[in-house]
Structure formats: structure tokens, C-alpha cells
């Protein structure tokens, strides 16, 4: 797999709380730059970087990283962000309702963001490292009739990021329609090309670049 086969399905990403303009112009050029699928960067940083590359595609996140903000805050949270230029929406669930056992809570929360944005892509962020394989699935199943587009396995702000047996079990239980985010601790260029050959859509990660042009093996967001 060559980096022009990898890089269309890079969201590259920065979303340190210290993260700096000069950080967000350098990650939005590279973006521009190796063709990625997006950048994906902080909330206060969308209007601003539409701004200055319009042409970029922008994804931001809602509800991170713990996802227990109000249903209402979310979506506000998201029409915000479309409003200022974000044409990707990666939110957080709210774990809470899950570890209550209340699937259904979760299924009207990102059924009400996704009405929020509308026929902007929505990314369902579930955090694997949290979950039994049985909630899991449960949530494979809340993403699907919700209505989102991508089911995400994490923030990279857990206890841990994307593994590939979590990519294994989506696939066997997400819709026909649901695509596949992995996130998190993507650390070299065989991860990359691991979660691609196993039906990922995306990868989220701030290293891509550094990996595919020179090998190196940093650390994912």
C-alpha cells in the first residue's frame, strides 16, 4: 500500500489543549498538502481555520473527551461547529448511560446530533478501552439505527486506543451503511496499513505523516 493509497483516509489530527495557531497552520497545511481525508482539530480553532483554507475539509469533536455533556449541549456543540465550517462531527457517547445499562438513551442522543448536523458526516465515538465486548456490540447497534455514518473506537485520551479485535467485532455488527474509524496509538506504518486492510474507512491519527514519510514510529493523538 503506497502513501497516496493511505493518506485519502487520514483524518490528521490535533487536539492537545495546549495546541498553538502556528500547530493548527502547520497540521491544516500538511493537510492540504499529502491530500488527507480531513484534519481534525479542536472546536475553537474551526472558524478560524475555514477561514484561511477554505478548501480543507475540517472535522472537529463534540462532547470530548469524557462525553457527558447534555444531549442539548452536543448539539448545540455541533451546529456550532458546522455553522463555522466544520463539515465532519466526531462526538463523544455518553458512557454513563451505557454503564447504566440504558442503550436506548444512547441511541436518541446520537440519533438528535445527527439531526443536528444534518448532511454533515457524524463519527460515534464509543470508547472501546471502557467496554465489555457485549456493550460493544450493543453500541455497533445504537450507531447503526441512529443514523450515524462512522462508529470511532476512541478519543486517544483513555486508558487505550484503537486494537484491532474491536475493528473485528464492528464489522460483524455494524449496518451496511455505517463506515469504520480506528483512533488512537496508531504507532507505525504496518498499524496503518493493518486497520485500512481491515475495512477502515479512517484513521485518526497526528503521526501519519511523520510514518509514511519517514518511518518513523510516534506516538497516535
Same mark, same amino acid.
Given at each position: 500500500?503506497?502513501?497516496?493509497?493511505?493518506?485519502?483516509?487520514?483524518?490528521?489530527?490535533?487536539?492537545?489543549?495546549?495546541?498553538?495557531?502556528?500547530?493548527?497552520?502547520?497540521?491544516?497545511?500538511?493537510?492540504?498538502?499529502?491530500?488527507?481525508?480531513?484534519?481534525?482539530?479542536?472546536?475553537?480553532?474551526?472558524?478560524?481555520?475555514?477561514?484561511?483554507?477554505?478548501?480543507?475539509?475540517?472535522?472537529?469533536?463534540?462532547?470530548?473527551?469524557?462525553? /457527558?455533556? !447534555?444531549?442539548?449541549? %452536543?448539539?448545540?456543540?455541533?451546529?456550532?461547529?458546522?455553522?463555522? =465550517? @466544520?463539515?465532519? $462531527?466526531?462526538?463523544?457517547?455518553?458512557?454513563?448511560?451505557?454503564?447504566?445499562?440504558?442503550?436506548?438513551?444512547?441511541?436518541?442522543?446520537?440519533?438528535?446530533?445527527?439531526?443536528?448536523?444534518?448532511?454533515?458526516?457524524?463519527?460515534?465515538?464509543?470508547?472501546?478501552? /471502557?467496554? !465489555?465486548?457485549?456493550? %460493544?456490540?450493543?453500541?455497533?447497534?445504537?450507531?447503526?439505527?441512529? =443514523? @450515524?455514518?462512522? $462508529?470511532?473506537?476512541?478519543?486517544?485520551?483513555?486508558?487505550?486506543?484503537?486494537?484491532?479485535?474491536?475493528?473485528?467485532?464492528?464489522?460483524?455488527?455494524?449496518?451496511?451503511?455505517?463506515?469504520?474509524?480506528?483512533?488512537?496509538?496508531?504507532?507505525?506504518?504496518?498499524?496503518?496499513?493493518?486497520?485500512?486492510?481491515?475495512?477502515?474507512?479512517?484513521?485518526?491519527?497526528?503521526?501519519?505523516?511523520?510514518?509514511?514519510?519517514?518511518?518513523?514510529?510516534?506516538?497516535?493523538?
Amino acid at each position: 500500500m503506497n502513501n497516496n493509497e493511505i493518506f485519502p483516509h487520514i483524518d490528521h489530527t490535533l487536539l492537545r489543549a495546549t495546541s498553538t495557531v502556528s500547530e493548527i497552520d502547520s497540521i491544516c497545511n500538511e493537510a492540504l498538502t499529502y491530500n488527507t481525508a480531513s484534519v481534525c482539530i479542536p472546536p475553537s480553532y474551526v472558524a478560524y481555520a475555514h477561514e484561511k483554507y477554505p478548501t480543507l475539509n475540517i472535522c472537529t469533536v463534540i462532547g470530548f473527551p469524557l462525553g /457527558y455533556s !447534555t444531549t442539548a449541549v %452536543k448539539c448545540f456543540e455541533a451546529q456550532d461547529a458546522i455553522e463555522n =465550517g @466544520a463539515n465532519e $462531527i466526531d462526538m463523544v457517547i455518553d458512557l454513563c448511560f451505557v454503564k447504566n445499562g440504558d442503550f436506548a438513551a444512547v441511541e436518541s442522543e446520537i440519533a438528535a446530533v445527527k439531526k443536528a448536523c444534518g448532511d454533515k458526516v457524524l463519527k460515534v465515538i464509543i470508547e472501546t478501552c /471502557y467496554l !465489555t465486548e457485549q456493550e %460493544k456490540t450493543e453500541l455497533c447497534g445504537c450507531v447503526t439505527r441512529a =443514523g @450515524a455514518d462512522f $462508529i470511532k473506537t476512541s478519543t486517544g485520551f483513555g486508558t487505550d486506543g484503537a486494537r484491532i479485535e474491536d475493528i473485528r467485532l464492528f464489522r460483524q455488527h455494524i449496518g451496511k451503511n455505517v463506515r469504520m474509524k480506528a483512533a488512537g496509538g496508531v504507532k507505525s506504518r504496518s498499524d496503518l496499513e493493518m486497520f485500512l486492510n481491515e475495512g477502515c474507512e479512517r484513521i485518526g491519527t497526528s503521526s501519519a505523516v511523520k510514518l509514511l514519510l519517514s518511518g518513523e514510529s510516534n506516538g497516535g493523538y
